[in-house]
Nanobody, 121 residues
Framework: QVQLVESGGGLVQPGGSLRLSCTTS????????MGWYRQAPGKQRELVAR???????YAADSVKGRFTISRDNAKNTVYLQMNNLKPEDTAVYYC???????????????WGQGTQVTVSS
């Protein structure tokens, strides 16, 4: 079993910053891709950014230049630094990790529980 624990959400004014963290633990052999998704009320969940095991990154056009994804492989942790936040960034942010279990090497794919980010004055 694998667990993802997110932290760092909250209420921030437009133009402000937040940093989200997501730590993965459990029966892990390796973690390949880690990513952040978000879901606003009445909308579908969308990919915000993802990062591969080697550090290659992808960010959605809507957040490029404002959000930065990074990871600490030693801590099995992925971060999302969010700067210049806008009201349209308001959503529940979910962490996702894909990798392989220790022992069996079977693939896994898990979501975190979500953390609320609200951008409002």
């Amino acid at each position: 079993q694998v667990q993802l624990v997110e932290s760092g959400g909250g209420l921030v004014q437009p133009g402000g910053s937040l940093r989200l963290s997501c730590t993965t633990s459990g029966n892990i052999f390796s973690i390949n891709t880690m990513g952040w998704y978000r879901q606003a009320p009445g909308k579908q969940r969308e990919l915000v950014a993802r990062i591969g095991s080697g550090g290659s990154t992808y960010a959605a056009d809507s957040v490029k230049g404002r959000f930065t994804i990074s990871r600490d492989n030693a801590k099995n942790t992925v971060y999302l630094q969010m700067n210049n936040l806008k009201p349209e960034d308001t959503a529940v942010y979910y962490c996702k990790a894909a990798g392989r279990y220790a022992g069996s090497w079977s693939p896994f794919d898990y979501w975190g529980q979500g953390t609320q980010v609200t951008v409002s004055s």
